[in-house]
């Protein structure tokens, strides 16, 4: 079953999920499940339940087992929900992270809490961030809270998550002691931030608008010495009256200096602007990836 999923995934996808639930799995065993860190998510009630169980029987039920077994019943309805070939890399990814934490040992790292939930939420961050990238992500409440809103169409995503990671933080109330709540909390905000800015960057870039009488040389140099496409379009000055070519062109970060030199250089009366551009896809950027 590996076998037929890998080969289903770009390979350069395969590696970046393999090396993301690698330093998820990495935190929660080094950093989480040895400090009591209830992180919410699936994983977050994996050590709730083997802290709970832990008066049961000696070291409570394991968090790669629990973890396995809450997604069984998610992937099982998404499955029937959105086919197969939708799921191909959640399932890849819930798969590996279940065996990372199954493979790596259990051993707290650092003694001083605070350290830890700024450690083991960063690498946890890089490791979802590196995940999301692929189109994919690790099952859990991000699987369930996209089934919720399946029924729940008033509600977002991201809000139905931020609930649902809620109350199973909220359960750790019953295991923890209140000190390591806060502590958990902070991972979880870490952990959202820094996935977050993984992606941002992954895709973040600059638009430009060039107002120029110089417009056709702009653009024929922008296209030679940046290699970015440009596209004209016609537009009046309202003060003016005078009807202009105003450019438009999407570069990366780097760029833009060079870019801003052009257009000095060749008009140095020209009218620029340049915005953020928060997610870019299509040519010579970020491909337009589905899980098909």
């Known amino acids: 079953m590996m076998r037929s999923l890998v080969e289903r995934i770009n390979f350069k996808d395969v590696l970046i999920i393999m090396a993301g639930t690698f330093m998820m799995a990495l935190a929660i065993n ?13 994983t977050g009630l994996a050590i709730v339940v083997k802290y709970a169980t832990g008066n049961i029987f000696e070291g409570g039920v394991p968090v790669w087992l629990s973890n396995l077994a809450f997604n069984i019943p998610l992937f099982t309805v998404a499955i029937k929900n959105k086919g197969f070939r939708y ?19 259990v051993v707290p790292v650092i003694d001083d809490r605070l350290l830890a939930t700024i450690f083991g939420g960063a690498l ?23 089934l919720l809103h399946d029924k729940w169409r008033h509600l977002s995503i991201p809000k139905i998550l931020s609930i649902t990671d809620g ?27 820094i996935s977050d800015s993984i992606l941002d960057g992954l895709k973040f870039a600059k638009m430009a608008y060039i107002i120029s009488d110089k417009a056709d040389e702009i653009a024929e140099e922008v296209l030679v010495a940046i290699d970015r496409g440009v596209t004209g379009i016609k ?21 833009v200096v060079e870019l801003t030199d052009i257009v000095t250089r060749l008009d140095k009366k020209a009218f620029m602007v340049v915005a953020d551009a928060r997610e870019v896809l299509g040519e010579g950027f970020a491909e337009v990836k589905n899980n098909n």
């Open 30 to 42: 080094l950093v989480f499940d040895p400090m009591g860190l209830d992180t919410g998510g699936v």
């Open 87 to 105: 799921m191909i890399k959640t399932a890849f990814s819930t798969l590996m992270l279940t065996t990372w934490i199954y493979l790596l040992p």
């Open 124 to 146: 946890s961050g890089v490791g979802m961030g590196l995940v999301f990238s692929t189109m994919a992500t690790t099952g859990g409440s991000d699987l369930f809270s996209a």
């Open 167 to 193: 109350v199973i933080v909220a359960l750790g109330f019953f295991i923890f002691d209140v000190e390591n709540i806060i502590y958990s909390i902070m991972v979880v905000y870490i952990v959202a931030k």
């Open 235 to 255: 537009v009046k000055g309202m003060y003016s009256g005078e009807d202009k070519k105003m450019l438009f062109c999407v570069v990366g970060k780097k760029q």
